[in-house]
């Protein structure tokens, strides 16, 4: 009996062997798989982007969602736009976002080139947004992981930050959608359209409270549980990461609105 309880392991074959023999293998997913479990097991695609850090598979998927939803995208930029335009009239008396402004007769093609500019820019945008955003949110998780010594790669998180980026393009497909079939520039998906229906881009509590919507909410819970099932984290590294990368990420999206009517309020 104590012979056979303090067996060692066949020669050759270490601990870490036996485990793995043991530990049932983890199949990589399939595209579809992968996009489904988003939705409804975002537990299990986390510990197959640990096991699988795919990035080709996301980063396609992200540029054909993009490109095919360019129109919905250009109507979205045009509905802010004119939110643009009625608050600079509203402050100023008149519309800083006329680009024909002073052209004369030159407005109708200087009109006609702004556009074909915002067409490239959408395109390159839809392009290149994808690795850009996902590198640099990459970085920021892996860097806070790191200093809570975190065990996660540079890789894990850069697909998960992929795959995070369908859903955040499916949940903007959806938000734009709906401000197209109300004909205002609101997020009917955020605490915005239920606590300042009124509120627009100008005010500071409106961009907040814009931020804060059903898809940011779902994004943050599979950050959450990206972080700690990568990382092996507990529970509380695993808030404390994921509320730092939640807070940068407000900042940036209530500074980017803010920051075109405090450019316009020093030039006045």
């Not at 023999?21 to 409804?40: A, D, N, Y």
């Not at 007769?105 to 820019?121: H, N, W």
């Not at 990459?138 to 930050?161: V, W």
Request: charged share 15%.
């Amino acid at each position: 009996m104590n012979d056979q309880m303090n067996e060692q392991p066949p020669s050759g074959q270490s601990h870490e062997e036996l485990t793995r023999m043991v530990t049932p293998e983890i199949k990589k997913m399939g595209t579809i798989q992968r996009i489904i479990s988003l939705f409804i097991a975002p537990g299990e695609l986390m510990r197959n982007i640990k096991a699988y850090p795919v990035v080709l598979v996301p980063l396609i998927l992200s540029i054909a969602i993009g490109l095919l939803s360019i129109p919905v995208t250009l109507q979205g930029q045009e509905l802010m736009s004119r939110e643009l335009s009625n608050i600079s009239i509203e402050r100023y008396g008149f519309d800083l976002m006329d680009v024909t402004m002073g052209a004369n007769e030159y407005g109708d093609d200087l009109s006609g080139a702004m556009d074909a500019v915002m067409l490239v820019t959408t395109v390159a945008g839809v392009i290149i947004g994808p690795l850009l955003i996902s590198f640099f949110g990459a970085l920021g998780l892996f860097i806070l992981s790191k200093i809570l010594r975190g065990q996660a790669k540079l890789g894990q998180f850069f697909s998960l930050y992929l795959h995070l980026y369908i859903l955040s393009l499916l949940g903007g497909l959806i938000s734009v959608g709906l401000m197209i079939m109300t004909d205002r520039y609101l997020d009917m998906t955020s605490l915005a359209s239920v606590l300042m229906p009124d509120g627009n881009i100008s005010m500071f509590s409106f961009n907040v409270l814009s931020y804060i919507s059903v898809f940011s909410i779902w994004l943050t819970i599979l950050s959450y549980i990206g972080v700690k099932i990568i990382n092996d984290f507990s529970s509380v590294k695993a808030v404390i990461v994921t509320a730092i990368a939640t807070l940068v990420g407000l900042a940036i999206h209530v500074g980017t609105f803010m920051s075109t009517f405090i450019m316009w309020d020093m030039m006045m």
